[in-house]
């Protein structure tokens, strides 16, 4: 009869290999649907679309207490080049603002913004992330073979076990590699606590490794 400890294990193993099971379907259907997109977009012509669009903000400086002209931000008037398409943007002060502190007005504009000027960085953004969901399936794919064997297992220490963590650590790799190039620096943390995952398996298979030696001594 198995150790109370070993079908806890055994249960915690059957439900995160359901769990990766509906993870995986998800991933896959977001991998065909991002591929799907990224093809559509790239079949789409430059000049098949155009946006135009206008925004507008305020800006309240809370002077109370303070001189009128202690704190001041300049008005100003610029077009911007975007994506091949003029942005324009104001900022300016409502004079007639009759309310506490100092009211500033933001206006923001785009005109004929052309699909093809931001094409590449929508195609390329659509593949990106069907690039990340397929590292995210790699490494859902050997969770899976984690879960089963725990599901399974009369012991945690058990060579399948150990192979089957071993494997998980390593494909967690090109996660933490692609989360690295994507995202710099932003990234690291990712890369970092990928590498603290894979210090504990390593940690574990250790402690097996004393564990089956103990075994043989007695």
């Not at 002209?69 to 009759?98: C, P, Q, R, Y």
């Not at 790799?173 to 995952?197: D, E, H, K, W, Y």
Request: hydrophobic letters at 50%; one cysteine or more.
């Amino acid at each position: 009869m198995k150790d109370q400890t070993i079908k806890n294990i055994n249960d915690l193993g059957k439900i995160s290999r359901i769990i990766v099971i509906i993870m995986k379907i998800a991933v896959i259907v977001g991998i065909v649907c991002t591929i799907i997109a990224g093809v559509a977009l790239c079949l789409i012509k430059g000049d098949a679309l155009k946006f135009s669009g206008f925004a507008d903000g305020e800006i309240v400086l809370d002077t109370e207490g303070l001189p009128k002209n202690f704190i001041k931000i300049d008005e100003s008037h610029e077009t911007l080049k975007w994506f091949g398409s003029e942005m324009k943007v104001s900022l300016a002060e409502d004079k007639e603002h009759s309310g506490d502190g100092q009211l500033y007005k933001l206006d923001a504009s785009v005109d004929a913004l052309e699909y093809g000027d931001v094409k590449p960085l929508v195609v390329g953004g659509c593949f990106c992330i069907t690039a990340f969901l397929a590292v995210t399936m790699i490494a859902l794919i050997f969770g899976e073979k984690l879960a089963k064997a725990l599901e399974k297992c009369d012991s945690p220490f058990e060579d399948s076990v150990m192979k089957a963590m071993g494997n998980f650590g390593k494909s967690l790799i090109p996660m933490a590699v692609f989360m690295v190039v994507l995202r710099g620096l932003s990234g690291v943390s990712t890369f970092l606590a990928i590498l603290v995952v894979l210090l504990f398996i390593q940690v574990f298979k250790y402690g097996a490794k004393l564990q089956k030696e103990s075994d043989e001594t007695l």
